[in-house]
């Protein structure tokens, strides 16, 4: 007989090795041992592959004993494969039972083998059982359907379309996920109600739910049956509609009122793993399984960012923890601390709370989950890879121990000889290096576990929180009205009477009487810590009002209010946001969904560049459904309501000064214009195809930024001063079927840019565009082509328009266009000019637009139209770069008044002292204008405010222009 090298494994696993290989010689024949002998002696890496099975698996044994050749076929290659049953060779029932359990086994089988000798990783094992699995299911339900038809006929709905069985496959089979010895969670379901019927005599009618009942009965006998050959899959049903007490199936209609109306969080949390497995082999099978997936939909992911969850999440947790202490699961590696579930409710969590807003995540797949959690900043650096390792390890532990006698455990044995042959087994060196490992992987899960489920911290002032508490359940009673007043006057609400009247007012409201009993537990939740985080700030009675239209807005999508609760950091920022500008009050109140932006402090006061605003909108777009304009036009509103939020944010924290507040601004717009324009060219090509030697990459489209987009001086609520260009023939025409000349196609691709920027959708505009700085105003074509543009410029174009062109430049569409344009405008402004003549115009356009605009008076100075204000300053940067580009180009070089100012004092064209007077004004007023704006209020001040600046542009004025 064959003796294994004693350097494979230690002398107690030895002997158990030669007596586990001697009783499988004794249950072959001869010729299978000696063929096997002689694969190991050939190749001497093989002998430690039959160690580990034997030693790991005494089920392996047991199918190698009973089928010879297995062991040698899967020394032999590296994956036996996997195909259906063919069930035309079947003639019984108990022919489809036996054939299934064979094809179960010798699967579990490779599985095993393949584990052990290191050739399938757990992610490919799980793939290959789930693959079992969905075959199984699926022979058995063609099978019996077959079966079924033959006796009762087709099940048909009321209208006569055939119904088919749907079989929806939950937990681990759901996720691709199956192990060794997992039981397999269904749920049955079928469209609609009707009665099943046929043209022969011999067809017995049912009812479809008797139908779909009685196939559903003889599924499950297939595959949970327990034979002489063991049994398919342990098939349970409880994770249906009412669970044991339910129906075994049932139709949309009512799926869809239980899950509507009694469905339970843990329920939601089931669902993220649903899918189908199996249907109806008929044409409408598979999108009835899509109509049914589409229906559950809305009941595992909401629509907004759902915290209301955790809460739910934790009492599941707390029921596991005490599980854990009562049943002493402590070495379980699902149940216990640090285990698999704990994983999945790391992953699952986050999928219940955003999965609505996110559709990435709605992935069924944990190692597909927790990158992208991490990708999306909802798990810290790196985390999602040491979580990976963990589970993995974890998960493949689990399938050891299942391994060893084909039973559903995940607990470790407490007999040292059998933990030692589980670590041999997963080719470890000993126990102690694998209990290493495992208490590594279980600590990095239970605290990655405690973070993200963790309860929130209590607040140390607990009697604070109970006064605020007491204030609000007794708001509107008279007889404590004194107290009240002293306690709000106290925290510095001022005038306390208009506190305890607008409190009062919220706690009488009809909306807030009408709530439900949950939405109301969470309201009187947060207003005791709105009231304490509100006595926190400067004025404590502004921040409250401006705070109370969002909470309003928000009191019957009561999740955001738990968001709230769960998360005080939040509430402090909020109240000091709202408290600095009515601006963010106000977005916050039109749009909760912003909220979502607060989660997380750090990445909200973050600043970003103009390229993470790029990639950071182009992720944001790749969860939208290509083909839904709708939904396009909304992500990209979101996106940009969000980022207002953070950049208005940083801006009255002072994490970001106003040169950059109106660069973010900028470079948010560019990326908005140029994700819009790709989505115009995708429908308009679409409709009409393109126009020659045009494509996506250069479209030979351009759009000129005018105005303070082009001057990188976007303020907040700015419009959006554009002109179209283009350089394509206008005699050539487009190639799709609905063809359009060049011109027309062009000035369809500008209206369609326009209509996806200006339509006001259920979240607004994303901007308000002007197009009438293009040649000829109104009057002139929509897009111009660059030589009609050059032409207008050199022929028709007034002074005023010159002026407009300093501050032009490309902001999306064709690189080489914009180039070419940037080109253009250099040459435009470096023309020469009769100095005297241009003065002259620009002093008259300054007086005309002095006269109409400004709201200067004895007592106010309006920043922008007054004298000595910010156009004062405009006017003379743009008379300049036009007096003098001609002698020093490089001053025309950028577009913002800054660096301009700049380029003339390195030209040697203005002294440094008055460019720098000139500079600090201009920054004084727009910093008060921006201040204003967030305070939504108009840009204008006290008439003794600024009076130094007003003096020195004044000045400067007399010496330039006279």
Same mark, same amino acid.
């Given at each position: ?216 009965? &003889? ?121 698999? &579930? ?11 709370? &955003? ?570 007023? &727009? ?36």
């Amino acid at each position: 007989m064959y003796h294994f090298p004693e350097s494979i494994c230690s002398a107690p696993l030895q002997a158990r090795l030669q007596s586990q290989w001697q009783s499988w010689c004794e249950q072959v024949g001869e010729g299978e041992v000696a063929a096997l002998e002689a694969q190991l002696q050939a190749d001497a890496s093989l002998p430690l592959l039959v160690a580990r099975g034997l030693l790991g698996s005494d089920f392996l044994l047991q199918q190698c004993a009973r089928t010879p050749g297995l062991l040698g076929e899967l020394l032999a290659s590296e994956d036996l494969g996997l195909a259906p049953p063919d069930l035309t060779t079947l003639e019984t029932d108990e022919d489809l039972e036996r054939t299934l359990r064979l094809l179960r086994n010798r699967v579990n089988t490779e599985a095993i083998w393949r584990d052990f000798a290191g050739q399938w990783d757990i992610p490919t094992v799980c793939a290959r059982l789930t693959e079992l699995a969905e075959i199984c299911i699926q022979a058995a339900l063609d099978w019996h359907w077959q079966k079924m038809v033959e006796r009762h006929g087709e099940p048909r709905s009321r209208d006569g379309q055939v119904q088919p069985m749907i079989v929806l496959g939950m937990g681990k089979l759901g996720a691709r996920e199956l192990n060794l010895s997992s039981d397999i969670d269904l749920i049955f379901a079928y469209p609609e109600p009707g009665q099943s019927g046929g043209d022969s005599s011999e067809i017995k009618p049912l009812e479809n739910q008797a139908f779909f009942q009685r196939l559903g009965q &003889r599924l499950i006998k297939s595959l949970d049956a327990v034979t002489a050959d063991g049994f398919v899959f342990r098939v349970d049903m409880r994770l249906r509609p009412y669970g044991d007490s339910g129906p075994l199936v049932s139709h949309f209609a009512a799926l869809e009122d239980y899950y509507q109306t009694q469905g339970r969080e843990w329920e939601r949390y089931a669902m993220i793993k649903a899918r189908p497995v199996a249907f109806s082999s008929l044409p409408g099978g598979a999108q009835a399984a899509e109509e049914l997936m589409e229906l559950l939909r809305p009941f595992t992911y909401r629509r907004y960012i759902d915290f209301s969850v955790i809460e739910a999440l934790r009492e599941m947790k707390t029921l596991i923890q005490r599980q854990v202490r009562a049943r002493g699961l402590t070495d379980n590696v699902k149940l216990g601390r640090g285990g698999i &579930r704990e994983v999945e409710f790391i992953a699952q969590a986050f999928q219940l709370i &955003r999965g609505g807003r996110e559709p990435d995540l709605r992935v069924r797949n944990i190692l597909k989950v927790l990158p992208l959690l991490e990708q999306d900043g909802h798990l810290p650096q790196g985390a999602a890879d040491q979580l990976r390792d963990a589970y993995l390890l974890l998960r493949r532990v689990e399938h050891g121990l299942q391994a060893e006698k084909d039973q559903q455990t995940q607990t470790i044995p407490v007999e040292s000889e059998r933990r030692e042959q589980l670590a041999f087994a997963l080719g470890y060196a000993g126990w102690e290096s694998l209990e290493e490992e495992l208490l590594l992987a279980q600590t990095v899960i239970e605290r990655e576990f405690d973070q993200v489920i963790a309860p929130p911290e209590e607040s140390d002032e607990i009697s604070e929180s109970d006064r605020w508490e007491l204030l609000w359940s007794g708001c509107e009673r008279d007889s404590d009205r004194d107290t009240w007043l002293t306690q709000l006057q106290d925290a510095g609400f001022s005038p306390a009477d208009k506190a305890l009247e607008v409190i009062s007012a919220l706690h009488g409201d009809r909306i807030v009487t009408a709530l439900p009993v949950a939405g109301r537990q969470r309201l009187d939740q947060t207003m005791p810590l709105l009231l304490a985080a509100a006595a926190e700030v400067g004025e404590p009675l502004l921040a409250l009002e401006r705070v109370l239209p969002l909470l309003r807005s928000i009191l019957r999508r009561s999740a955001y209010l738990v968001l709230i609760n769960e998360n005080p950091p939040i509430l402090q920022q909020l109240l000091r946001l709202c408290s600095a500008s009515p601006w963010i009050a106000d977005q916050l109140a039109r749009h909760p969904v912003l909220l979502d932006e607060m989660l997380d402090q750090r990445r909200l006061l973050q600043p970003s560049t103009a390229q993470d605003i790029a990639d950071e909108l182009r992720q944001h777009m790749l969860r939208v459904d290509t083909d839904d304009l709708e939904a396009q036009m909304e992500a990209l509103r979101h996106f940009k309501q969000g980022q207002s939020l953070r950049i208005a944010a940083q801006e009255v924290t002072g994490a970001l000064p106003l040169m950059k507040v109106s660069d973010s601004l900028t470079w948010l717009a560019e990326a908005i214009l140029q994700q819009s324009l790709v989505l115009a060219w995708q429908q308009v090509t679409e409709k009409h195809g393109t126009p020659k030697g045009a494509s996506a990459d250069d479209m030979r489209f351009s759009i000129v930024a005018y105005g303070k987009l082009g001057g990188l001086e976007l303020g907040h609520g700015s419009d959006l001063d554009i002109v179209f260009v283009h350089d394509v023939d206008g005699a050539g025409y487009t190639d799709g079927e609905r063809s359009l000349d060049a011109q027309s196609f062009y000035t369809r691709l500008a209206q369609r840019l326009i209509h996806i920027l200006q339509t006001r959708t259920l979240s607004g505009a994303l901007y308000e565009v002007d197009t009438r700085l293009r040649p000829s105003g109104n009057s002139g074509l929509l897009v111009t082509s660059l030589a009609a543009f050059e032409k207008y410029q050199r022929e028709s174009a007034w002074t005023w328009e010159h002026q407009a062109l300093v501050r032009t430049r490309p902001v999306a569409g064709s690189e080489r266009l914009g180039q070419a344009f940037k080109a253009l405008r250099t040459q435009l402004l470096c023309d020469a000019r009769d100095e005297q003549k241009l003065r002259e115009e620009v002093v008259a356009m300054r007086n005309k637009m002095r006269a109409h605009l400004d709201k200067s008076n004895d007592r106010q100075f309006d920043l922008k139209h007054g004298s000595g204000g910010i156009v004062d300053i405009e006017f003379m940067v743009q008379y300049a770069a036009l007096a003098w580009a001609q002698r020093a180009p490089s001053i025309v070089r950028y577009t913002d008044n800054i660096r301009i100012l700049e380029s003339l004092t390195e030209a040697g064209l203005m002294p440094a002292h008055q460019a720098a007077h000139l500079i600090d004004a201009y920054k004084a007023y &727009r910093s008060e204008g921006h201040r204003l704006a967030l305070q939504q209020l108009p840009g204008v001040v006290s008439g003794d405010q600024f009076e130094a600046e007003r003096k020195t542009v004044t000045t400067t004025w007399q010496q330039m222009l006279g």
